[in-house]
């Protein structure tokens, strides 16, 4: 059964980038524009093989969602990437606990989004990793 990730994010002008990031990785490409259709999405499909998560969403915010997915059965071990162009301080210290795996700054280098996720879905990548925007593998 070949590897899912979920890529929630409200633009879809990103969400198509991330696809077409994603395309040499040959994996199934879920999307959901908001928190709750990416919790729909897990209830309903599974848990993704890996997620790519955008920070700053309309209504609830990347870290409110991913509190959301952490609390369902099947959403306590997804290898998270968040995504954001703020400060990462906050957000860190918001997602704390949540077990996010790499934190990327926006722009973010395709290079080392691929490279992540390969290990991700590897699982060499461990929760709390540091943010690969500024990481050599770019």
Same mark, same amino acid.
């Given at each position: 059964?070949?590897?899912?990730?979920?890529?929630?994010?409200?633009?879809?002008?990103?969400?198509?980038?991330?696809?077409?990031?994603?395309?040499?990785?040959?994996?199934k490409?879920?999307?959901?524009k908001?928190?709750?259709?990416?919790?729909?999405?897990?209830?309903?499909?599974?848990?993704?093989?890996?997620?790519?998560?955008?920070?700053?969403?309309?209504g609830?915010?990347g870290?409110?969602?991913?509190?959301? *997915? $952490?609390?369902?059965p099947? %959403?306590?071990?997804?290898p !998270?990437? &968040?995504?954001?162009?703020?400060?990462? =301080?906050? *957000? $860190?210290?918001?997602?704390? %606990?949540?077990?996010?795996? !790499?934190? &990327?700054?926006?722009?973010?280098?395709? =290079?080392?989004?691929?490279?992540?996720?390969?290990?991700?879905?590897?699982?060499?990548?461990?929760?709390?990793?540091?943010?690969?925007?500024?990481?050599?593998?770019?």
């Open positions: 059964m070949p590897s899912t990730i979920l890529i929630v994010d409200d633009q879809e002008l990103m969400i198509r980038v991330l696809q077409a990031t994603l395309r040499p990785l040959e994996v490409i879920g999307t959901a908001s928190g709750a259709e990416a919790v729909r999405f897990i209830e309903e499909s599974g848990a993704p093989s890996a997620m790519i998560l955008d920070f700053s969403m309309p609830q915010d870290v409110e969602t991913l509190r959301q *997915i $952490r609390s369902l099947n %959403g306590a071990a997804i !998270v990437v &968040m995504l954001t162009a703020r400060d990462q =301080t906050l *957000i $860190r210290k918001a997602a704390e %606990g949540l077990h996010v795996h !790499v934190f &990327m700054t926006k722009p973010f280098s395709p =290079t080392s989004l691929l490279q992540t996720l390969r290990e991700m879905l590897e699982g060499g990548v461990q929760p709390g990793c540091p943010d690969t925007s500024t990481d050599s593998r770019m």
